[in-house]
């Protein structure tokens, strides 16, 4: 079946350090792969994705990298701000599921002065 | 603005009790489906349609009714409220099941007590 799998947090850095939050996913056929950022009291924005192997999605710094050969999509940025703080969901949708999405369990982000 | 409304935000019920959450949107999504949020288990999917007059069960239907008969709004009905509903309800939207990407609504946090 598909499955998403991302790195249990919560994550704290301070301003300026790099971000690596991991994810790993288990598909059939070819999925696209998503990252989804949720800010406090709202609901889940699309911050970048990538539909085939060796795509790289960006957005705001943000990037993540479509790896088929270990099935992975680990989001990336090389300055965090205060800003960043929220909860980070990978996901994916596959064609042989009629495009469903299957969300990870998230990742909290705080991100100190 | 353009997006998806969710009504309202947020809610107490006594168990037993019935009641609907709203969701519409204004960009002509044809797809549009409702998940739960619950710590530490991402978003499951409850119900989806792919357009007016067709829905259909997601991970999680039990204990809750959607239906279709606009392309605008996909209002989810809780039948019976229990305390294990208890949860934030977010509706979400897509062009196409086929074009997958998500726009959100800011959730209901509804409360079974």
């Known amino acids: 079946g598909n499955s998403v799998t991302q790195m249990e947090g919560p994550v704290t850095l301070s301003e300026e350090a790099f971000l690596t939050i991991n994810c790993t996913y288990t598909?059939?056929?070819?999925?696209?792969l998503f990252w989804y950022v949720q800010y406090p009291g709202e609901g889940l924005q699309l911050l970048l994705k990538a539909t085939k192997a060796d795509d790289k999605g960006s957005n705001k710094g943000f990037e993540a990298t479509y790896r088929k050969e270990t099935t992975s999509f680990h989001l990336e940025k090389g300055s965090v701000q205060v800003s960043d703080s929220a909860v980070y969901f990978c996901?994916?949708?596959?064609?042989?599921?009629?495009?469903?999405?299957?969300f990870g369990t998230g990742t909290s982000l705080t991100v100190i002065p | 603005n353009a997006g998806v409304t969710q009504t309202p935000k947020f809610q107490v019920l006594k168990t037993g009790q019935s009641m609907t959450l709203q969701c519409a949107q204004d960009m002509n999504h044809e797809y549009m489906s409702w998940y739960r949020q619950d710590p530490g288990m991402g978003l499951r999917l409850i119900h989806y349609s792919v357009g007016a007059g067709i829905t259909d069960q997601g991970e999680v239907p039990n204990g809750y009714n959607v239906s279709r008969s606009t392309t605008e709004d996909f209002p989810l009905r809780l039948l019976s409220a229990a305390p294990s509903q208890t949860s934030v309800y977010f509706c979400?939207?897509?062009?196409?099941?086929?074009?997958?990407?998500?726009?959100f609504g800011s959730g209901t946090r509804l409360t079974v007590v």
């Open positions: 598909a059939t056929g070819y999925p696209s």
């Open positions: 979400a939207s897509s062009y196409s099941i086929e074009q997958p990407g998500y726009t």
């Open positions: 996901a994916l949708s596959a064609s042989n599921t009629g495009n469903q999405f299957y």
